[in-house]
């Protein structure tokens, strides 16, 4: 295969499809007929069983596949997310979204790549050395951290009631965020496949800086495509990237247009090459894969919640960029329909402003870098560029999955502005001497709108606290100043 025709053909994934595939908006089908709603109650794998995630090498891998099995009635919801979990798993199709959008001559090496991401699901030996790797080069597990006084501040507003508030603290990741959960595991995919050229596309750098690290600890070739306009924004970790040994390119653009560069190149090396998606986004297996490894952060915190109180949480809030982070504490909880899932996106300089990054509240459905899911585009199919203070929240699509769950409304999603998400960066340094990546603040800050809502004084919720904000510093300083 040529490289000039899968360049040819790389170039109709992301600028043609979403001209002809673009359909009206499915925002209010709950229940959608076409997803195969099915009344009947049938038994369900409710009860979920967690083992300790971090193990000794060969101990029992548990995988978001891998449930323990309790009789109990199925509700229509459980039945459905059920439905498309099976259905997914081969086709990664989440009802309508998802899906492999792409010319025929990358459908093999995904075919591939699919095969290979069910191989090491069930393979004892791979499971055994992620989880050392999780365990020992990660530093996992994360803590769940009770936020005492963020909850007495929330208190203090609601005249003594109020949540109790916890952090699942993904910041303290190797290399700050949650991307490297992701990162790792399959690059040692990648290094199993017999590929030794890796190539990511990141927007804040936390995905480039977690890739490099990885290709670096397995002495895999790593070049990063980062958008210019990302570059001159999130530098420190630029400079992170090439300290780990990568090779860092610039893309006119920011992380959509470095995302379409990364395929591009990807596509003409499909025998060295590895693209190692850090979003949950882009054709199947690749947001499965994400949604996967990022699964490690809810099980932790169901097992967490059981030690702490002895329940699960009322509530859990994830910021939605791609949704890596959002599915990776949500998928875990997805049957458990007495947790809300609140996933919050961002609002930018206003929902109405047409500068945000809400695609799951102000998107249509459509094709994008080889997925449907919910996505942002004018009339004609043409994306529109979107924007946060958050950089890794600019993105114009979104998960399938996530798209999915909005639609049978197992999910529930708000956004949060520019200003809101800087204001709650700084509450929580304030509040708890944590300073969080701006697009973490966005889940911390729609606490604001939440715990006044919250009917029960002591209601459990806990925030994902994705990343950390070394790298917003300057930027929430400016706006202080500015204030
Ligand atoms: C710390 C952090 N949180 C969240 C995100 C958003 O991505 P996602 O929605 O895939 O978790 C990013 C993306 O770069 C990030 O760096």
């Known amino acids: 295969m040529s490289c000039a025709k899968n360049f040819h053909s790389v170039s109709v994934i992301h600028s043609t499809l979403p001209q002809f595939s673009k359909q009206k908006s499915s925002s209010n089908l709950n229940f959608n007929p076409k997803l195969g709603y099915n009344k009947s109650s049938a038994l369900s794998y409710s009860a979920i069983t967690v083992d300790p995630v971090v193990t000794a090498p060969n101990d029992k891998y548990i995988s978001s596949r891998s449930i323990n099995i309790e009789p109990t009635v199925k509700s229509d919801m459980v039945a459905l997310i059920d439905q498309a979990e099976e259905k997914s798993a081969t086709t990664g199709k989440f009802g309508a979204f998802g899906g492999v959008f792409v010319p025929e001559t990358l459908v093999s090496s995904l075919s591939k790549l699919a095969a290979e991401f069910n191989l090491i699901l069930h393979d004892r030996d791979f499971q055994g050395e992620l989880q050392v790797a999780l365990r020992d080069y990660v530093g996992r597990e994360t803590p769940l951290y009770y936020a005492k006084r963020l909850s007495d501040y929330y208190k203090g507003k609601g005249n003594g009631q109020g949540p109790e508030i916890y952090l699942k603290r993904e910041d303290l990741n190797h290399g700050g965020a949650h991307k490297i959960n992701n990162a790792i595991a399959q690059a040692m995919i990648a290094q199993r496949m017999g590929r030794t050229s890796i190539v990511a596309a990141t927007g804040a750098g936390q995905h480039g800086v977690a890739t490099a690290a990885a290709c670096a600890k397995l002495g895999l070739e790593c070049t990063v495509f980062v958008g210019n306009v990302d570059m001159a924004r999130q530098p420190h970790n630029v400079l992170l990237m090439k300290h780990l040994g990568a090779e860092v390119k610039s893309v006119k653009g920011m992380f959509k247009d470095a995302t379409s560069e990364a395929i591009r190149n990807w596509v003409c090396d499909l025998d060295r090459g590895y693209l190692l998606a850090g979003a949950a986004v882009g054709p199947h297996p690749l947001p499965s894969m994400v949604r ?192």
């Open 292 to 483: 996967e490894f990022q699964a490690v952060i809810g099980k932790e915190t169901r097992r967490q919640a059981m030690e702490k109180w002895g329940g699960k949480p009322d509530a859990v809030v994830a910021c939605v960029g791609s949704g890596s982070n959002a599915l990776g504490i949500f998928h875990e909880f997805v049957r458990d329909e007495d947790v809300r899932l609140i996933g919050v996106e961002a609002a930018g300089s206003g929902i109405e402003s047409g500068r945000h990054s809400a695609t799951l509240a102000k998107g249509d459905v459509g094709v994008y870098h080889g997925a449907m899911s919910y996505l942002l585009q004018d009339d004609q199919g043409q994306i529109i560029a979107p924007h946060s203070v958050g950089v890794g929240l600019e993105y114009p699509a979104v998960s399938p999955e996530l798209s999915f769950l909005k639609d049978i409304g197992r999910a529930e999603f708000h956004s949060v502005t520019d200003e809101e998400a800087l204001d709650a960066y700084a509450l929580l340094c304030k509040t708890e001497g944590i300073f969080p990546a701006l697009e973490a603040a966005h889940a911390v800050a729609y606490l604001e709108k939440l715990c006044p809502t919250l009917a029960v004084d002591g209601a459990k919720v806990v925030v994902n606290c994705s990343g950390r904000g070394d790298k917003d510093a300057g930027a929430v300083m400016e706006y202080l100043m500015k204030k």
